[in-house]
């Protein structure tokens, strides 16, 4: 908060508490002081979500209402800090808009958003956790789909366990569909110097193109995002 918010915080404590007005001007600077040291990095408003949004004057107006004690500045800035390590641990790192092999931009971006979350500028970024459906029967047909996509019922389960050494990006492709986990070539790779299509593996190499074992990085990542991006309710 900036000193001119804080000083706004405090006005409305002593409103609603006659008790913490301060007896002579000396006083009431010590007191601004000392709240806008303690506030500086927690903000007025923060965003959560669930929509249980931070307001520093509910916090107030909740320990006037329910503590006998004076408030203090702590009683603001501890919520704050609980409040701001729920946010953080629901926040999913979304794939920032830069190239992902640039590794110093990529971790710029993150860190850059994760900082705007944490002094409430930005509202964390949540996936649900299967986007296949929300009974295990939904999800379960979901993962078929995806089997049933990739041609896995014409071959019996043992005969794909016993070939699974030598056909491993297939073998991959259907541990991920079956476990409902994302699948990198399910999309077109970002990677600029790859671009390869859905169902083709990543390349690398100048003239001479040659297979990749591994996706890109960057490959995965939009991958992920698709899957666990919340999805449209069906018309």
Known sequence: MMVEEVAALLAYAVRLDPRLAPTDQ??????????????????????????????????VRHHIATSPYRIQPSDVSRPWHAFKADVLGRHTDPVPPVN???????????????????????????YRELTGGSTRDERNEFAAARLAA???EYMPRAVADALADFRKTR???????????PDPLDVTCPYVTCRARPGQPCQQGGKRRTDRT???????????????????PAA
Request: proline share 9%.
């Open 214 to 232: 591994i996706p890109h990085p960057s490959r995965l990542d939009l991958a992920t995002a698709q899957h666990y991006a919340p999805k449209e």
């Open 171 to 181: 073998a991959e492709r259907e541990r991920r569909a079956a476990a409902n986990l």
């Open 150 to 152: 990739l041609g896995v």
């Open 26 to 59: 000396a006083e009431a600077d010590e007191r601004l002081d000392q709240w806008a040291d303690l506030l500086a990095d927690v903000p007025t408003t923060a965003p959560h979500p669930d929509g249980r949004d931070w307001h520093a004057g509910h916090v």
């Open 100 to 126: 992902p092999d640039d590794h110093r931009a990529y971790r710029a971006v993150l860190a850059d958003t994760r900082q705007a979350i944490a002094t409430g500028q930005a509202a964390p970024s949540v």
